[in-house]
Nanobody, 124 residues
Framework: QVQLGESGGGLVQAGDSLRLSCVAS????????MGWFRRAPGKEREVVAA????????YYADSVKGRFTISRDNAKNTVYLQMNSLKPEDTAVYYC?????????????????WGPGTQVTVSS
């Protein structure tokens, strides 16, 4: 098991930027696929971005492509989500997730380790 903790959320205006961080403990994330998810009020949780074990491959939801960037520093056991040009529709609780994964590939489901989430609110 790996424990995850997100930080960096907050209240910003449309067009602003935020950088979310997810620090892991209990196990190195170098053997895990990592992802960022979000749940907006009244909506189901959705994948926002994902990265392979090395960070060499990334995935983005169409709604954030070109605005968000996922990255990871395995030496620091940390994953980041840089969010630029934020929109009100990006308002949600953002969750970091990990899944033990032996293959260098993107994983979009089956995550079994989750952080408690961090609130991002974008005002218009």
């Amino acid at each position: 098991q790996v424990q995850l903790g997100e930080s960096g959320g907050g209240l910003v205006q449309a067009g602003d930027s935020l950088r979310l961080s997810c620090v892991a403990s209990g196990r190195t994330i170098s053997v895990s696929a990592m992802g960022w998810f979000r749940r907006a009020p009244g909506k189901e949780r959705e994948v926002v971005a994902a990265t392979s074990r090395s960070g060499g491959s990334t995935y983005y939801a169409d709604s954030v492509k070109g605005r968000f960037t996922i990255s990871r520093d395995n030496a620091k056991n940390t994953v980041y989500l840089q969010m630029n040009s934020l929109k009100p529709e990006d308002t949600a609780v953002y969750y970091c997730a990990a899944r033990f994964w032996m293959v260098e590939s993107i994983v979009l489901n089956g995550y079994d380790n989750w952080g408690p989430g961090t609130q991002v609110t974008v005002s218009s």
